[in-house]
């Protein structure tokens, strides 16, 4: 376990901050291993951001497409890595068909561990650039204001 300063917050809440910033008020998604700091994180801030759970990843990329079409707000998914992270591509694929604004948040090996073959590693990044138009691979809780 890390010690925090005083002012410091993790990288999850810094998350959870930059949404509600950005208005988002729900997100679709189904929590894993790797994802789990947002998910710890996004239970604090329940009364401000409605979570939906989902049975399969696929489900929250296509539920968060349906919502921002629906709504004109942009749609939320998150997933853990690996396989929870793939298993959102048919649905960011079809977002970026349809111009349907769309963000997902995946989890990821930790940074020690990108390129080792880590358990549930995957490079998304590489995956999901043919069907984005902007990704990020945050490997510093600094970064996360700036993306």
Known sequence: MTT???????????????????????????????????????YKFQDRLRHVLVRHEQGAAHAAQGYARATGKVGVAVATSGPGATNLVTGIADAQIDSTPLVCITGQVGRHLLGSDAFQETDIIGISTPITKWNYQITKAAEIPYI
């Open 4 to 42: 925090k300063l005083p002012n410091q917050i993790s990288g999850a809440e810094a998350i959870v901050h930059c949404l509600l910033a950005e208005g988002v008020n729900l997100i679709y998604g189904y929590p894993g291993g790797a994802i789990m700091p947002f998910y710890d994180e996004l």
